[in-house]
């Protein structure tokens, strides 16, 4: 009798994991996933930056899993605990019996909590969901400073990146590629949107190789972005960000 494997989360983990058992004829696979698709996170920042669609930075899962052959099913379930000593895991609608379990369901942003406002005043793209509201708060901010200026080009706009690793460094490069050629294509003179990089170290990717870091840095100055480095932010607010020596940014 064949055994069951079951794996939560959809991710990279599980589904490499699948990979990897899907033709074995012993087992039956079963994956739970809270949601239809497979995301694409290392992906999010084109999306962002409009060189990308939804579609883009998805996999339907239903259809990944139809690949893999008659073993594997996927259900949408938000699996809410796993009763160890039964072998089952229960979700929102059923239960499944397992034989095996393969829990990859990822991680969650640690907000973290010695900065005040931090959780309510920012954006992340760690979820589909998240990434998504910040593209469309994105753009509805160029459009209302757009409708607000009329050429007198007095609206702030400032986009601030709080961490200058390789994720802080890749979303500043793309937003700001992203509004020079806003203005550019659309020809719009009020081409002040300023991307803010918040390095808490001497420069931004601190630990990588030297090289890196120079042609990184030169790089995101020849796209405006402006880095502040050896600064920690101390306090978020909806519309302003303070620093641990006093300054701060709205
Ligand atoms: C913006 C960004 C860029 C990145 N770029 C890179 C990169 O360039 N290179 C690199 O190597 N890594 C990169 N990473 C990291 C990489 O994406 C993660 O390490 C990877 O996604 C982790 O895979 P995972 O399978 O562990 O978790 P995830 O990919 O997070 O998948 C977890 C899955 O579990 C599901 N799940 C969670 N809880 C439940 C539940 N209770 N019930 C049902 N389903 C559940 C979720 O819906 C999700 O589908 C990046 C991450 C981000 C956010």
Known sequence: M?????????????????????????LEIVLLDRHPYHYLQPEIYDFIAN???????????????????????????????????EKVVITDIDNFKYDYLIISAGARTNFNTNIEGLKECT?????????????????????????????????????????????????????AYYSREFYRNGAFNCDNINVYLISSQKTVLPGLDKYLIEKSTKRLLSLGVKIITNKKISKVEQNAVYFNDGTSID
């Open 123 to 175: 954006h992340g793209v760690k979820s589909l969901k998240r990434a998504l509201e910040f593209k469309q708060k994105f753009e509805s901010a160029i459009y209302r400073k757009l409708e607000a200026e009329g050429g007198v080009c007095t609206e702030k706009f400032n986009i601030v990146i709080g961490g200058a690793g390789i994720s802080g460094v890749e979303i500043a490069a793309e937003m």
């Open 51 to 85: 060189k990308s669609e939804i579609s883009d930075v998805t996999i339907d899962l239903f259809s990944l899993c139809e690949g893999f052959g008659e073993s594997v099913k996927f259900f949408k379930r938000d699996v809410l605990d796993i009763d160890v000593k």
């Open 2 to 26: 064949k055994k069951t494997v079951v794996v939560i989360g959809g991710g990279y983990g599980g589904i490499r994991a699948i990979e990897h058992l899907k033709d074995r004829d012993d």
